[in-house]
């Protein structure tokens, strides 16, 4: 298994309040596609988080050896629409309460 913290870095720093109605709906459909992942257990996590210097989204990723992560967060919908990007950051390992 391969673990990475993900974040989500928004197009712009006061995104969540400027937000389109166009941006609000990928949004939403950003959430399902995350809640997707957490149910079918590649995401053990994920959230919002408000940084007062811009927000952005984290993830907790657990996938197997032969996943890309890249692959996976790019299928993202508010990735394909243009509307930020991810980095990727390995962890040695992620201990989960179950």
């Not at 990475?4 to 939403?28: G, H, Q, S, V």
């Amino acid at each position: 298994m391969k673990c990475y913290l993900c974040k989500y870095i928004p197009p712009r720093t006061d995104f969540l309040a400027t937000m389109t109605d166009e941006e609000r709906e990928w949004m939403k459909q950003h959430g399902a596609f995350l809640d997707d992942l957490l149910d079918r257990g590649l995401i053990v996590a994920h959230g919002p988080v408000m940084d007062p210097s811009g927000g952005y989204g984290v993830s907790l990723y657990r996938i197997a050896d032969d996943q890309n992560i890249q692959a996976i967060t790019s299928e993202d919908p508010i990735v394909r629409n243009g509307a930020g990007h991810y980095e990727h950051h390995p962890m040695l390992h992620l201990n989960v309460r179950s």
